[in-house]
């Protein structure tokens, strides 16, 4: 079945540091990838669409200028957390969307802290 | 904006027990999504429903889809400790086609042995 990696898993960082994120779908194509937040005991929230080749489309209340999102190929996306501060710490989860159709295939997710 | 409520938001049941979490959304649906996500986990995609009416069981778990394509449901018969969770229903995001999602706020499944 399809499946999509992160990396890194965990990441801990300074205040004021950026810390990027990759997403990557492993056996199937991608036109589109998605990037979700989810703070403890919380829904997940969607934060932007990534599309490959084209800029991002980002959801209300998200700065794009902040969560930089690259889909440079069709099995890779970036999310650049720019400047992180301690409210950015989240898990970080994205989705890809096969070219061939049917629902979305969820990453393993990344856990940000931002001392 | 589109919204998808989910109660309850809690649930503790003894082993053995049925559970059923609900799915309301405020704006029909093209198609429902519902995850499973384990403590310290992330989503797993259990099933998706399209049809008005829909009817779908996956061993112990019965996913309906209202016929009005607004709400949904999730019955699971006879919980084991394996259940244990936070449950997710999810419909696209805006309208469909290549679309990110809007999440319930789910229901925590807490089961007492």
């Known amino acids: 079945g399809a499946v999509v990696s992160q990396h890194p898993s965990r990441v801990i960082c300074k205040s004021g540091t950026s810390v990027k994120i990759e997403c990557r779908s492993l056996?199937?194509?991608?036109?589109?990838m998605f990037w979700y937040r989810q703070f403890p005991k919380q829904s997940l929230m969607l934060m932007a669409t990534s599309n490959e080749g084209s800029k991002a489309t980002y959801e209300q209340g998200v700065e794009k200028d902040k969560f930089l999102i690259n889909h440079a190929s069709l099995t890779l996306s970036t999310l650049t957390v720019t400047s992180a501060h301690p409210e950015d710490s989240s898990f970080y989860i994205c989705?890809?969307?096969?070219?061939?159709?049917?629902?979305?295939?969820f990453g393993p997710g990344t856990r940000l802290l931002v001392l | 904006g589109q919204q998808v409520m989910q109660i309850p938001q809690y649930q503790h049941v003894q082993e053995g027990e049925d559970f059923t979490t609900y799915c309301n959304s405020s704006?029909?649906?093209?198609?429902i999504q519902w995850y499973k996500q384990r403590p310290g986990g992330h989503p797993v995609f259990l099933i998706q429903?399209?049809?008005?009416?829909e009817v779908k069981k996956q061993k112990r778990l019965t996913f309906q889809f209202g016929e009005a394509k607004k709400n949904s449901s999730l019955h699971i018969t006879a919980t084991q400790t394996t259940d244990v969770g936070t449950y997710f229903c999810?419909?696209?995001?805006?309208?469909?086609?290549?679309?990110?999602?809007?999440f319930g706020k789910g229901t925590h499944l807490i089961i007492q042995p």
């Open positions: 999810a419909g696209p995001h805006s309208g469909g086609g290549a679309d990110g999602l809007t």
């Open positions: 056996d199937f194509q991608a036109t589109t």
């Open positions: 704006t029909t649906l093209s198609n």
């Open positions: 429903l399209v049809k008005s009416g």
């Open positions: 989705s890809a969307s096969p070219a061939s159709g049917g629902p979305s295939c």
